[in-house]
Protein backbone atom coordinates (compact mmCIF):
# COMPACT_ATOMS: atom_id res chain seq x y z
CA UNK A 1 0.00 0.00 0.00
CA UNK A 2 1.25 3.48 -0.43
CA UNK A 3 1.47 6.48 2.01
CA UNK A 4 2.49 9.51 1.97
CA UNK A 5 3.67 11.63 -1.03
CA UNK A 6 4.58 7.96 -2.73
CA UNK A 7 3.47 7.62 -6.23
CA UNK A 8 2.60 4.09 -7.48
CA UNK A 9 4.96 2.23 -10.19
CA UNK A 10 2.42 0.04 -11.53
CA UNK A 11 -1.45 0.77 -12.06
CA UNK A 12 -4.14 -0.91 -10.20
CA UNK A 13 -5.05 -4.21 -12.16
CA UNK A 14 -8.75 -3.01 -11.60
CA UNK A 15 -9.43 0.59 -12.04
CA UNK A 16 -12.20 2.09 -10.21
CA UNK A 17 -13.85 5.47 -11.37
CA UNK A 18 -14.30 7.40 -8.19
CA UNK A 19 -15.76 10.70 -7.40
CA UNK A 20 -14.20 12.65 -4.63
CA UNK A 21 -16.02 15.48 -3.22
CA UNK A 22 -13.44 18.15 -1.64
CA UNK A 23 -10.70 17.49 -3.84
CA UNK A 24 -9.16 20.98 -4.06
CA UNK A 25 -7.42 20.57 -0.66
CA UNK A 26 -6.33 18.22 2.70
CA UNK A 27 -7.47 15.19 2.52
CA UNK A 28 -9.64 15.07 -0.56
CA UNK A 29 -6.68 16.33 -3.10
CA UNK A 30 -4.55 13.88 -1.61
CA UNK A 31 -7.12 10.97 -1.88
CA UNK A 32 -6.96 12.26 -5.90
CA UNK A 33 -3.35 12.04 -6.14
CA UNK A 34 -2.93 8.97 -4.89
CA UNK A 35 -6.01 7.59 -6.78
CA UNK A 36 -4.86 8.64 -9.84
CA UNK A 37 -1.47 7.78 -9.33
CA UNK A 38 -2.76 4.22 -9.35
CA UNK A 39 -4.42 4.17 -12.38
CA UNK A 40 -8.02 4.93 -10.99
CA UNK A 41 -10.15 7.71 -12.87
CA UNK A 42 -10.81 10.39 -10.76
CA UNK A 43 -14.19 12.85 -10.61
CA UNK A 44 -12.95 15.76 -8.80
CA UNK A 45 -15.49 17.85 -7.04
CA UNK A 46 -14.83 21.73 -5.34
CA UNK A 47 -15.93 24.88 -5.69
CA UNK A 48 -12.63 26.12 -6.01
CA UNK A 49 -12.29 25.78 -10.07
CA UNK A 50 -8.51 27.06 -10.27
CA UNK A 51 -7.28 24.35 -7.79
CA UNK A 52 -9.56 22.21 -9.70
CA UNK A 53 -6.84 22.66 -13.08
CA UNK A 54 -3.98 22.41 -10.86
CA UNK A 55 -4.70 19.02 -9.65
CA UNK A 56 -5.41 18.16 -13.56
CA UNK A 57 -1.98 19.52 -14.87
CA UNK A 58 -0.42 17.77 -11.77
CA UNK A 59 -2.03 14.17 -12.99
CA UNK A 60 -1.50 15.02 -16.58
CA UNK A 61 1.50 12.05 -16.72
CA UNK A 62 -0.49 9.53 -14.02
CA UNK A 63 -2.07 6.45 -15.07
CA UNK A 64 -5.18 7.65 -14.38
CA UNK A 65 -6.86 10.78 -15.28
CA UNK A 66 -8.78 13.41 -13.31
CA UNK A 67 -11.69 15.10 -14.49
CA UNK A 68 -12.57 18.71 -12.77
CA UNK A 69 -16.56 19.48 -11.71
CA UNK A 70 -16.78 22.79 -10.68
CA UNK A 71 -20.34 21.79 -8.17
CA UNK A 72 -21.50 22.63 -4.41
CA UNK A 73 -22.54 19.71 -2.61
CA UNK A 74 -25.25 21.74 -1.06
CA UNK A 75 -26.90 22.51 -4.39
CA UNK A 76 -28.63 19.11 -5.81
CA UNK A 77 -28.59 19.63 -9.05
CA UNK A 78 -25.05 20.89 -9.12
CA UNK A 79 -24.20 17.16 -7.86
CA UNK A 80 -26.32 15.71 -10.43
CA UNK A 81 -24.74 17.20 -12.96
CA UNK A 82 -21.30 16.28 -11.53
CA UNK A 83 -22.55 12.40 -11.89
CA UNK A 84 -24.42 12.79 -15.98
CA UNK A 85 -20.57 14.47 -16.27
CA UNK A 86 -18.74 12.02 -15.06
CA UNK A 87 -20.97 8.76 -16.37
CA UNK A 88 -20.62 10.59 -19.79
CA UNK A 89 -16.81 10.78 -19.58
CA UNK A 90 -15.93 7.14 -17.82
CA UNK A 91 -19.29 5.79 -18.26
CA UNK A 92 -19.68 4.55 -14.94
CA UNK A 93 -19.38 5.50 -11.59
CA UNK A 94 -18.05 2.95 -8.70
CA UNK A 95 -16.93 4.68 -5.89
CA UNK A 96 -18.23 8.26 -4.04
CA UNK A 97 -15.97 9.83 -1.49
CA UNK A 98 -17.93 12.00 -0.03
CA UNK A 99 -15.52 14.11 1.52
CA UNK A 100 -16.13 17.78 1.31
CA UNK A 101 -16.99 19.15 4.97
CA UNK A 102 -16.62 22.33 7.03
CA UNK A 103 -15.94 22.80 11.11
CA UNK A 104 -16.92 25.06 13.73
CA UNK A 105 -15.26 25.90 16.75
CA UNK A 106 -16.86 28.01 19.36
CA UNK A 107 -20.08 28.24 22.01
CA UNK A 108 -23.44 26.72 20.35
CA UNK A 109 -25.54 29.27 22.37
CA UNK A 110 -23.43 32.26 21.43
CA UNK A 111 -22.40 31.25 17.60
CA UNK A 112 -24.05 32.83 14.22
CA UNK A 113 -26.70 31.14 13.51
CA UNK A 114 -25.52 31.41 10.03
CA UNK A 115 -21.82 29.42 10.47
CA UNK A 116 -24.31 26.95 12.36
CA UNK A 117 -26.19 26.61 9.08
CA UNK A 118 -23.69 26.74 6.98
CA UNK A 119 -21.76 23.43 8.46
CA UNK A 120 -25.45 21.42 8.73
CA UNK A 121 -25.45 22.13 5.25
CA UNK A 122 -21.97 21.38 3.65
CA UNK A 123 -21.56 17.95 6.72
CA UNK A 124 -25.22 16.77 6.41
CA UNK A 125 -26.98 17.95 3.87
CA UNK A 126 -23.92 18.16 1.34
CA UNK A 127 -23.49 14.58 1.97
CA UNK A 128 -27.30 13.85 1.58
CA UNK A 129 -27.30 15.41 -2.20
CA UNK A 130 -23.87 13.49 -3.18
CA UNK A 131 -25.49 10.06 -1.83
CA UNK A 132 -28.56 11.06 -3.47
CA UNK A 133 -26.75 11.75 -6.84
CA UNK A 134 -24.41 8.62 -7.15
CA UNK A 135 -26.71 6.14 -5.80
CA UNK A 136 -29.02 5.90 -9.26
CA UNK A 137 -25.81 5.76 -11.35
CA UNK A 138 -24.21 2.50 -8.89
CA UNK A 139 -27.47 0.96 -9.42
CA UNK A 140 -27.05 0.73 -13.13
CA UNK A 141 -24.10 -1.37 -12.57
CA UNK A 142 -25.70 -3.26 -9.95
CA UNK A 143 -22.66 -2.36 -7.44
CA UNK A 144 -21.21 0.39 -6.09
CA UNK A 145 -19.08 2.02 -2.82
CA UNK A 146 -19.83 4.93 -0.90
CA UNK A 147 -17.28 6.15 1.38
CA UNK A 148 -18.28 9.11 3.99
CA UNK A 149 -15.57 11.21 5.83
CA UNK A 150 -16.59 11.47 9.22
CA UNK A 151 -14.85 12.49 12.33
CA UNK A 152 -13.70 10.85 15.27
CA UNK A 153 -16.14 14.09 17.29
CA UNK A 154 -19.25 12.09 15.59
CA UNK A 155 -18.77 9.27 18.20
CA UNK A 156 -17.23 11.37 20.98
CA UNK A 157 -18.55 14.77 20.58
CA UNK A 158 -16.32 17.35 22.03
CA UNK A 159 -17.36 20.81 23.94
CA UNK A 160 -17.48 24.03 21.85
CA UNK A 161 -17.87 21.70 18.61
CA UNK A 162 -21.64 20.78 19.33
CA UNK A 163 -22.64 21.65 15.64
CA UNK A 164 -19.66 20.28 13.88
CA UNK A 165 -19.79 17.12 16.48
CA UNK A 166 -23.51 16.45 15.43
CA UNK A 167 -23.21 16.77 11.94
CA UNK A 168 -20.61 14.06 11.98
CA UNK A 169 -23.23 12.06 14.14
CA UNK A 170 -25.68 12.82 11.55
CA UNK A 171 -22.81 11.35 8.79
CA UNK A 172 -22.22 8.41 10.78
CA UNK A 173 -25.94 7.56 11.01
CA UNK A 174 -26.40 7.99 7.59
CA UNK A 175 -23.90 5.97 6.87
CA UNK A 176 -25.09 2.69 9.37
CA UNK A 177 -28.51 3.31 7.78
CA UNK A 178 -27.60 3.03 4.24
CA UNK A 179 -25.17 -0.27 4.88
CA UNK A 180 -27.90 -2.17 5.67
CA UNK A 181 -30.55 -0.51 3.33
CA UNK A 182 -28.21 -0.55 -0.01
CA UNK A 183 -26.43 -4.15 0.97
CA UNK A 184 -29.19 -6.10 -1.31
CA UNK A 185 -28.21 -3.95 -4.09
CA UNK A 186 -24.08 -4.40 -4.18
CA UNK A 187 -23.73 -1.01 -3.08
CA UNK A 188 -21.22 -0.98 -0.26
CA UNK A 189 -20.80 1.78 2.52
CA UNK A 190 -17.59 2.54 4.70
CA UNK A 191 -17.37 5.05 7.22
CA UNK A 192 -14.05 6.72 8.65
CA UNK A 193 -13.79 8.60 11.74
CA UNK A 194 -10.90 10.60 10.71
CA UNK A 195 -8.89 11.91 13.88
CA UNK A 196 -6.91 15.39 13.97
CA UNK A 197 -5.38 16.15 10.21
CA UNK A 198 -2.91 19.09 9.16
CA UNK A 199 -4.92 20.73 6.15
CA UNK A 200 -6.41 23.75 5.74
CA UNK A 201 -9.57 22.63 7.87
CA UNK A 202 -8.86 24.61 11.10
CA UNK A 203 -7.87 27.64 9.30
CA UNK A 204 -11.74 27.76 7.49
CA UNK A 205 -12.74 26.63 10.33
CA UNK A 206 -15.89 29.22 11.35
CA UNK A 207 -16.46 30.77 14.82
CA UNK A 208 -12.95 30.40 16.56
CA UNK A 209 -11.20 29.54 13.14
CA UNK A 210 -7.32 28.60 13.29
CA UNK A 211 -7.73 27.40 16.88
CA UNK A 212 -6.76 23.15 17.06
CA UNK A 213 -7.07 21.17 19.47
CA UNK A 214 -2.94 21.85 20.39
CA UNK A 215 -2.54 18.91 22.86
CA UNK A 216 -3.52 16.28 20.17
CA UNK A 217 -1.46 14.89 17.76
CA UNK A 218 -1.56 15.83 13.83
CA UNK A 219 -1.46 13.15 10.93
CA UNK A 220 -0.96 13.97 6.82
CA UNK A 221 -4.04 14.19 4.75
CA UNK A 222 -1.25 11.41 2.34
CA UNK A 223 -1.93 8.86 5.62
CA UNK A 224 -5.73 9.27 4.99
CA UNK A 225 -5.88 9.22 1.56
CA UNK A 226 -3.76 5.71 1.48
CA UNK A 227 -6.26 4.23 4.14
CA UNK A 228 -9.25 5.72 2.03
CA UNK A 229 -7.72 3.85 -1.47
CA UNK A 230 -7.10 0.96 0.59
CA UNK A 231 -10.54 1.07 1.87
CA UNK A 232 -11.42 0.69 -1.48
CA UNK A 233 -10.05 -2.68 -2.57
CA UNK A 234 -11.02 -4.32 0.80
CA UNK A 235 -14.70 -2.42 1.96
CA UNK A 236 -14.40 -2.46 5.21
CA UNK A 237 -17.15 -0.65 7.90
CA UNK A 238 -15.57 1.39 9.55
CA UNK A 239 -12.00 2.90 9.52
CA UNK A 240 -10.20 4.56 12.67
CA UNK A 241 -6.86 5.35 11.20
CA UNK A 242 -4.38 5.91 14.42
CA UNK A 243 -4.42 4.17 18.00
CA UNK A 244 -4.46 6.94 19.31
CA UNK A 245 -8.22 7.93 17.58
CA UNK A 246 -9.24 4.62 18.68
CA UNK A 247 -8.34 4.84 22.33
CA UNK A 248 -9.98 8.03 22.34
CA UNK A 249 -13.61 6.02 20.06
CA UNK A 250 -13.25 3.32 22.77
CA UNK A 251 -12.52 5.69 25.93
CA UNK A 252 -15.99 7.89 24.95
CA UNK A 253 -17.74 4.67 25.28
CA UNK A 254 -16.36 2.39 28.67
CA UNK A 255 -15.17 5.84 30.64
CA UNK A 256 -17.44 8.74 29.76
CA UNK A 257 -17.05 10.96 32.57
CA UNK A 258 -13.24 10.61 32.61
CA UNK A 259 -13.92 11.60 28.55
CA UNK A 260 -15.64 14.29 29.66
CA UNK A 261 -12.36 15.94 32.16
CA UNK A 262 -9.90 14.96 29.17
CA UNK A 263 -12.33 17.06 26.21
CA UNK A 264 -12.67 19.57 28.35
CA UNK A 265 -8.61 20.42 28.87
CA UNK A 266 -8.46 19.14 25.20
CA UNK A 267 -11.18 21.11 23.66
CA UNK A 268 -12.07 23.84 26.24
CA UNK A 269 -11.59 27.63 26.17
N1 LIG B 1 -8.64 18.02 9.16
C1 LIG B 1 -9.10 17.38 10.23
O1 LIG B 1 -8.53 17.48 11.34
C2 LIG B 1 -10.31 16.48 10.09
C3 LIG B 1 -10.60 15.61 11.16
C4 LIG B 1 -11.72 14.80 11.06
C5 LIG B 1 -12.50 14.83 9.93
N2 LIG B 1 -12.19 15.69 8.90
C6 LIG B 1 -13.08 15.72 7.75
O2 LIG B 1 -12.34 15.48 6.58
C7 LIG B 1 -13.01 16.09 5.47
C8 LIG B 1 -12.00 16.86 4.63
O3 LIG B 1 -11.47 17.91 5.40
P1 LIG B 1 -9.99 18.46 5.23
O4 LIG B 1 -9.33 18.31 6.55
O5 LIG B 1 -9.34 17.88 4.03
O6 LIG B 1 -10.29 20.03 5.06
P2 LIG B 1 -10.02 21.07 3.87
O7 LIG B 1 -8.60 21.02 3.44
O8 LIG B 1 -10.58 22.35 4.36
O9 LIG B 1 -10.91 20.50 2.67
C9 LIG B 1 -12.30 20.66 2.64
C10 LIG B 1 -12.77 20.40 1.22
O10 LIG B 1 -14.21 20.48 1.20
C11 LIG B 1 -14.58 21.26 0.08
N3 LIG B 1 -15.86 21.90 0.29
C12 LIG B 1 -16.27 22.64 1.34
N4 LIG B 1 -17.51 23.08 1.15
C13 LIG B 1 -17.90 22.60 -0.06
C14 LIG B 1 -19.08 22.74 -0.83
N5 LIG B 1 -20.14 23.43 -0.39
N6 LIG B 1 -19.16 22.10 -2.02
C15 LIG B 1 -18.10 21.41 -2.49
N7 LIG B 1 -16.96 21.24 -1.79
C16 LIG B 1 -16.86 21.85 -0.61
C17 LIG B 1 -13.45 22.27 -0.10
O11 LIG B 1 -13.40 22.68 -1.45
P3 LIG B 1 -13.89 24.10 -2.03
O12 LIG B 1 -13.67 25.13 -0.96
O13 LIG B 1 -13.02 24.29 -3.24
O14 LIG B 1 -15.31 23.89 -2.40
C18 LIG B 1 -12.24 21.42 0.22
O15 LIG B 1 -11.80 20.75 -0.92
C19 LIG B 1 -14.12 16.96 6.06
O16 LIG B 1 -15.36 16.29 5.95
C20 LIG B 1 -13.74 17.07 7.52
O17 LIG B 1 -14.85 17.27 8.37
C21 LIG B 1 -11.11 16.51 8.97
New binding site residues.
Given amino acids: MLIGTERSASPVQNPKVIMI??????????TALLAASLGHQVAA????SE??EALVTETKDMFGTVLPLT?????PEQMQKAVALTLAEFNRLDVLV??????HRGSLVDSEWSDLEAVL???ID?VLHSIRACVPAMRATQRGHIIT?????GPVPAPYAAI?SA??AA?DSIAQSLRIELKNENIWVTN?????????????RLGQSGK?ASRFP?MT?ER?AGQIVRAIERRPRTVVIRPIDRFFVLGGRLFPRLMERILLKVYGN
Fill in positions: TGATSGIGRAVGRRRLADVTMANAGLGRINGISSILYSKVFWVGQTHTEFAEKVTPV
